[in-house]
């Protein structure tokens, strides 16, 4: 499975973007997906999640500005960010699976980051 995190750029802050995050080799909608980002020197942390039905959640820091999403025809999960704020700014990625798993609750598949710059 190889999922692909695209839509990162720069933006001022009190901008938007979109974020998706797309597979080959998988049928996403069977899937739970979950958003992180990172920022150097830093651990990953968790940003937003979305399960297999559709059931969201969020961190507390992005609570009200970020939407999780999914369209299933298009076999993507998208992250919508409103109201961007320079501590926003972090490497995005993907993170897709039947089911969370280890110390971390994290799913299987890894996509590759796409960078998000906001500026203030």
Request: aromatic share 8%.
């Amino acid at each position: 499975v190889q999922l692909q995190a695209s839509g990162g750029g720069l933006v001022q802050a009190g901008g938007s973007l979109k974020l998706a995050c797309t597979t080959s080799g998988a049928i996403l909608s069977r899937f739970g997906v979950a958003w992180y980002r990172q920022t150097p020197g830093n651990e990953r942390e968790l940003v937003a999640r979305i399960n297999s039905v559709g059931s969201t959640s969020y961190a507390d820091a992005v609570q009200g500005r970020f939407t999780v999403s999914r369209d299933n025809a298009a076999n993507s999960v998208y992250l919508e960010m409103m109201r961007l704020k320079p501590e926003d700014t972090g490497v995005y990625y993907c993170n897709a699976g039947p089911r969370l798993r280890g110390p971390r609750n994290e799913y299987e598949h890894w996509g590759q980051g796409t960078l998000v710059t906001v500026s203030s």
